[in-house]
């Protein structure tokens, strides 16, 4: 089945989110009391015929992450295997292209801890990148971040949000 998860970019294209990834993402989301904040990245590719974006894989928390209610913290070095995994079988068409997180909120926002992290991502020469894609899960949708590494000042573009619910099985 086709995602319904698109979302325009500044630059007119787009991105989307398979329903593979949505699907994973949303097991993750905090809506027991219990539930531990969880986190991860994004992989995907750009199409040579159009540039858009396709997220074609996520990792899981892994064993080393550190999660509590209101706290993840990725570790990069099982992150970094799994993107190496992903890499070499897609023989190298896929690249890092952000990450994610859950937060315990139906409609979830930035915390002033998830933009400075986001900022030193963005800092960091990750493949040449000048932008990068954050993702936050709440208990009901997911909230799409673009997030732009400039001059003066990194930018950070709300460019989608997508309920649980709407996931095409």
Known sequence: ?????????PDNRKIKIGNDVL???????QDQKNSPESGGILIGRVLDCSSH?????ASRPM???????????RKAAEHQEFFNQTWESSEGRCFYLGEWHTHPETHPTPSAIDKREWRKL?????????QLFFIIV???????WY???QAN?????????????EIQY
């Not at 974006?53 to 894989?57: G, L």
């Open 1 to 9: 089945m086709m995602s319904k998860a698109i979302f325009p970019l």
């Open 153 to 165: 000042k990194d930018t950070f573009l709300r460019i989608g949000s997508y309920k649980r619910n």
């Open 23 to 29: 699907q994973m993402l949303f097991s993750f989301a």
């Open 122 to 130: 963005l800092a960091k020469s990750i493949q040449d990148q000048n």
């Open 138 to 144: 709440g208990t009901i949708e997911l909230v799409v």
């Open 53 to 57: 974006i396709v997220v074609d894989h």
């Open 147 to 149: 997030g732009q590494r």
């Open 63 to 73: 064993e080393s992450d550190v999660q509590t209610r209101h706290r993840f913290i």
